[in-house]
């Protein structure tokens, strides 16, 4: 290749670059690489940077493969942009492989170095966040997005960029924020609808939903100034999610059909809205033709869409539905990496028909199938067929087994210590609870909430469940244990409004009742003849309606007549008859009438001839006439 056409490339490599003529640019790439160049690894980078301006992600791998060679030897000039096209693809493997060559150190120990020493792994840091944030490890990306918001003294990111950042872990966990301070929003805030966005979805996991609504309600009128149609369908479709948590199911149905008129069929955002309204059907098993229903839910394009377009969660959710309708409509299941994958598929294997065949029958064989899974191992998909049986057995309204299986699955996973960190035992715990309640056991509970108290209590990841393990506490009067609870977990959540009112509330301190009663002398109130005040029982309901009353007046007439005889009767001298607890019919004073005679029953003396007539070892012959008779034809 001539020198000068060379020049004349790089030149215009360089001019299209500015103009942002991705297309152009790649195919200058793809010309310069193909006919030998001086500087490979710059030429490649400057393609995978035009490749990843089109979103073309997979067109960036197979680049990749293409030139395999000159990634081998140059790799370390693109490596930022191969871990972002990885991060794109979800290809977890081969990020996790780069990702710890670029940095091979642990998180925490990058996030403890100043602006100047993480410069060279700022977007390697930034691509790390958004993988963490897109695969559920959120409290490892609000970490990341946390340090690059407050370390940005240089100003190399945006800070409204880094304000909406920080807070997209909270939209999930906002939990997450009890550990580190959210840094301020920059100035001109005020008007970014992509900010209000994010508060709006925090505010909406914290329960807030009218300021929720409030804030999108505004965010939606500041993209619509601004045409941004991508961002106004996002935030309609939050907004119909907020209003179906509400309650609100008009304005619900109302924002989604709005999104299904005006949005390609094909779309995620059309996709997310059908099956959204799809909520608002009651589906039978009988009745509903589910063959229909998945072809309108679109479930191919679901599956081709994989998660490009959505977080880990999200997906899963989706994913989730469409398994429950898969089994109702009796089609084969296949067990996944998922837990419910698995558990489904296990349950389908299981039960022969799954809308014909009875609940009894399902929760019979549901439990032991669970109980074997149990005695194998409680990792794995274990939990998910466990907490399937519970429901099947509390639907039949089979408590003891209920109970037997959970109480079992709880021992198992506390004999193995491994299981605990990861709390996913927690859940059977809010089971075992409800079940107590429901049969009142009391006991259990007291034995429950003690082996839990020796468990170490990962907060805040699993705050919400000992907030409930606190109320058990109280609700069994165990005010000790239950404030001590407390006082831990608003480290977490200062602003719990029944929390506080637990803590100040002097009138449930068993302590002052010590402080009163302290000075009174029990032995000289005795004696001077001071009784305690007796409980007042309370009486049993014995209401009953006019044929019950009815009834019983007649056995208490009967009962005052038998006593009355009895006492009549009865004399001193006169013993009592030994043969008194013997039938009457068996007793040897008894003398039949004649007219009983022919009538015996159990338990009586049987003459002779009564012996005879129901004596079957000897049947009468018929008569050879009676055999040569036909029936007549009518």
């Not at 059909?257 to 909520?279: C, E, Q, T, V, Y």
């Not at 998909?381 to 057995?393: D, Y």
């Not at 032995?523 to 029982?537: D, F, H, I, Q, Y």
């Amino acid at each position: 290749m001539a020198k000068d056409n060379l020049t004349r490339l790089l030149s215009q490599l360089n001019v299209h670059s500015a103009q942002g003529e991705s297309s152009k640019v790649q195919e200058t790439c793809v010309e310069l690489l193909e006919n030998g160049c001086s500087e490979p690894g710059s030429i490649l980078k400057n393609l995978l940077v035009s490749i990843i301006q089109q979103d073309a992600y997979q067109l960036g791998l197979d680049m990749l493969k293409n030139y395999k060679h000159i990634d081998e030897k140059f790799g370390s000039e693109f490596a930022l942009e191969k871990l972002y096209i990885f991060y794109k693809l979800n290809k977890l493997k081969e990020f996790q492989e780069l990702y710890s060559v670029l940095n091979p150190t642990s998180i925490d120990t990058v996030l403890k170095q100043n602006e100047r020493q993480t410069a060279p792994l700022r977007g390697v840091l930034h691509v790390r966040a958004q993988f963490c944030y897109k695969n559920g490890f959120y409290d490892e990306a609000f970490k990341i997005y946390h340090y690059l918001a407050t370390h940005n003294e240089k100003g190399i990111d945006d800070e409204l960029e880094l304000a909406c950042n920080v807070r997209a872990p909270l939209t999930v966990t906002p939990e997450l924020r009890s550990n580190l301070k959210l840094p301020l929003a920059p100035e001109d805030s005020s008007s970014s609808y992509d900010l209000m966005f994010n508060d709006s979805m925090i505010q909406c996991s914290l329960g807030l939903y009218d300021e929720s609504l409030e804030l999108l309600t505004k965010a939606h009128e500041l993209a619509k100034q601004e045409g941004n149609e991508s961002d106004l369908d996002a935030i309609q479709l939050q907004l119909a999610y907020v209003y179906q948590l509400k309650g609100d199911k008009v304005s619900c149905k109302q924002n989604l059909n709005d999104l299904l008129n005006r949005s390609d069929s094909s779309s995620p955002i059309n996709l997310l809205a059908k099956n959204n309204l799809g909520a608002f059907q009651d589906f039978s098993k009988y009745t509903t033709n589910l063959n229909l229903t998945l072809r309108e839910l679109n479930v191919e394009n679901f599956t081709a869409i994989d998660q490009k377009h959505f977080t880990k969660q999200q997906w899963l959710l989706l994913h989730n539905n469409f398994l429950f309708l898969h089994l109702f409509n009796n089609n084969n299941i296949q067990p996944k990496s998922t837990i419910v994958s698995r558990t489904l598929s296990n349950y389908k294997s299981l039960v022969e028909d799954i809308n014909l065949e009875t609940y009894s029958t399902q929760a019979k064989k549901a439990y032991h199938h669970a109980i074997t899974m149990i005695k194998s191992t409680v990792e794995g998909s274990t939990i998910g067929f466990v907490l399937l049986a519970v429901q099947l057995l509390v639907v039949q309204k089979e408590w003891d087994n209920a109970i037997r299986l959970g109480e079992m699955f709880l021992n198992k996973c506390w004999e193995n210590s491994k299981i605990i960190p990861d709390g996913k035992h927690h859940i059977v715990c809010y089971i075992l609870f409800l079940l107590y309640s429901t049969t009142a056991r009391g006991h259990s509970k007291t034995i429950l909430l003690q082996k839990l108290a020796n468990e170490t209590k990962v907060l805040p990841r699993d705050v919400e469940f000992w907030k409930h393990v606190s109320f058990q506490y109280l609700e069994c009067g165990d005010l000790k244990n239950s404030r001590k609870l407390l006082k831990q977990i608003t480290g977490y959540i200062p602003d719990d409004e029944i929390i506080r009112q637990v803590l100040a509330d002097d009138d449930l301190n068993v302590e002052n009742g010590y402080e009163i009663t302290s000075g009174i002398d029990v032995a000289a109130l005795v004696g001077a003849g001071v009784t305690p005040l007796e409980s007042n029982r309370i009486k049993k309901d014995t209401r009953s309606n006019k044929i019950q009353k009815k009834r019983l007046d007649i056995r208490k007439k009967r009962r005052a007549q038998k006593a009355k005889k009895l006492l009549a009767t009865r004399t001193v001298t006169r013993s009592l008859d030994p043969e008194r607890w013997l039938p009457l019919k068996d007793r040897s004073t008894y003398r039949p009438k004649k007219k009983q005679q022919g009538k015996q029953t159990q338990g009586g003396a049987m003459n002779k001839k009564a012996e005879q007539s129901l004596d079957i070892s000897k049947k009468s012959k018929k008569s050879n006439a009676s055999k040569g008779k036909k029936k007549s034809r009518k």
